[in-house]
């Protein structure tokens, strides 16, 4: 038996970095639901991860085992394959946040040339 004491990961889960946390809108609820939205989109990317390890375990000789996935090393090509699939995922899930970034940028005269052209197709 040893001396060293269990780790608590609800404790670690919870821990604040140090420094000023970034914020990037104003209210403070978008910030919150911005934050918990991320969150979940990271645990499913590690689960689709594991998935994916568990499938290529899978294809290359059947019964696997945990210690199997958790020592599963991809290849480059893998690699890539899911950094791919990540950039593309982060870019449907802030979809949203990138289309209203983009509408921003766009030069005001734009947005009236916009709202003409939907008022011309109402009527």
């Known amino acids: 038996m040893t001396d060293e004491q269990p780790i608590d990961w609800i404790a670690l889960a919870g821990a604040k970095p140090k420094?000023?946390?970034?914020?990037?809108?104003?209210d403070s609820a978008t910030e919150r639901v911005?934050?918990?939205?991320m969150a979940?989109?990271?645990?499913?990317?590690?689960?689709?991860?594991?998935l994916d390890t568990i499938e290529?375990?899978?294809?290359?000789?059947?019964a696997i085992k945990r210690a199997d996935?958790?020592?599963?090393?991809?290849?480059?090509?893998?690699?890539?394959e899911r950094a791919e699939w990540l950039r593309s995922y982060i870019a449907r899930v802030l979809r949203i946040v990138q289309q209203e970034m983009e509408a921003l940028a766009?030069?005001?005269?734009?947005?009236?040339?916009v709202d003409k052209a939907n008022e011309l197709r109402k009527e």
């Open 69 to 80: 996935i958790d020592a599963y090393t991809p290849d480059p090509a893998v690699a890539n």
């Open 56 to 62: 290529r375990l899978l294809e290359e000789g059947g």
């Open 19 to 26: 420094g000023k946390r970034p914020y990037f809108f104003d």
């Open 106 to 113: 766009k030069p005001e005269h734009e947005y009236e040339l």
């Open 40 to 50: 979940v989109a990271q645990e499913l990317a590690v689960t689709r991860e594991r």
């Open 34 to 37: 911005l934050a918990i939205t």
